[in-house]
T-cell receptor, first 111, second 116 residues
Framework: GQSLEQPSEVTAVEGAIVQINCTYQ??????LSWYQQHDGGAPTFLSY????GLEETGRFSSFLSRSDSYGYLLLQELQMKDSASYFC????????????FGSGTRLQVQP | DSGVTQTPKHLITATGQRVTLRCSPR?????VYWYQQSLDQGLQFLIQ???????AKGNILERFSAQQFPDLHSELNLSSLELGDSALYFC???????????????FGPGTRLTVL
C-alpha cells in the first residue's frame, strides 16, 4: 500500500517562512505533488516533484529527496490568505495518475 | 475557476436512498477522477475513468458505481446510502492517464452530500 505522513497543524506569523514536511511509503514512486485547500473549497494544485531537488514557483517551493522518501513545501513571505490545508500526494504505484493524499497540514497564519 | 463543474452543489437525502452526482471535466481533459473527503478518512481516491473506460479503482464501495459518457462527463452513483456516506465528493480531471507530466489534477467545487 501507500502511506504519507505530514504534521496535522502548523502556525506561523505573517511575513515568515514555514516548511511543511511529508514522508511517504509507496511501492512505485512517480513523483510527489502538493495541493492547497481552503475551508469549503476544492484542492488546488501547487507543485510536483519527480526528481530530487527544489522546484520554485513564486513564494512557494517544493523539495524532494527520493533516497529519503521525503519532501517538503516551503512557503515564504506568508500572507493571511495562505491559511489553508496543504496536502502532499503520490501517484498510483503503477504510474497512473490517481492520487493518494496525506491527511493534510492545517496552516494558520497569524497577524 | 478550475474549469471542472459539478452538480449539485449540495444534496440532502435519507438513508437507503440512491443519488447521482455529475461532473464535467475541463475542455480537452480525458481523465476523470472521483474523490471522497470526510473528516475521519481525509481525501480518498474512489475511481478513475479515461476516455470512457475505467482505469483505476481505489477505496470505492460496492454500493457505489461510476461511468464516463462519450461526451466525457462522468456520473457517480451512490446507492443504499448510509449515514457514514455523508462527505464532500470531488471530481477532478487531467489531460492524460499516465506518463511524465506536471501531474496536475484540476478539481471541481465538490458536492456536499448529507445523509440523514
Amino acid at each position: 500500500g501507500q502511506s504519507l505522513e505530514q504534521p496535522s497543524e502548523v502556525t506561523a506569523v505573517e511575513g515568515a517562512i514555514v516548511q511543511i514536511n511529508c514522508t511517504y511509503q509507496t511501492s512505485g514512486f512517480y513523483g510527489l505533488s502538493w495541493y492547497q485547500q481552503h475551508d469549503g473549497g476544492a484542492p488546488t494544485f501547487l507543485s510536483y516533484n519527480a526528481l530530487d531537488g527544489l522546484e520554485e514557483t513564486g513564494r512557494f517551493s517544493s523539495f524532494l529527496s527520493r533516497s529519503d522518501s521525503y519532501g517538503y513545501l516551503l512557503l515564504q513571505e506568508l500572507q493571511m490568505k495562505d491559511s489553508a490545508s496543504y496536502f502532499c500526494a503520490v501517484r498510483d504505484p503503477t504510474g497512473r495518475r490517481a492520487l493518494t493524499f496525506g491527511s493534510g497540514t492545517r496552516l494558520q497564519v497569524q497577524p | 475557476d478550475s474549469g471542472v463543474t459539478q452538480t449539485p452543489k449540495h444534496l440532502i437525502t435519507a438513508t437507503g436512498q440512491r443519488v447521482t452526482l455529475r461532473c464535467s471535466p475541463r475542455s480537452g481533459d480525458l481523465s476523470v477522477y472521483w474523490y471522497q473527503q470526510s473528516l475521519d478518512q481525509g481525501l480518498q481516491f474512489l475511481i478513475q475513468y479515461y476516455n470512457g473506460e475505467e482505469r483505476a479503482k481505489g477505496n470505492i464501495l460496492e454500493r457505489f458505481s461510476a461511468q464516463q459518457f462519450p461526451d466525457l462527463h462522468s456520473e457517480l452513483n451512490l446507492s443504499s446510502l448510509e449515514l457514514g456516506d455523508s462527505a464532500l465528493y470531488f471530481c477532478a480531471s487531467s489531460a492524460g492517464t499516465s506518463g511524465p507530466s506536471t501531474d496536475t489534477q484540476y478539481f471541481g467545487p465538490g458536492t456536499r452530500l448529507t445523509v440523514l
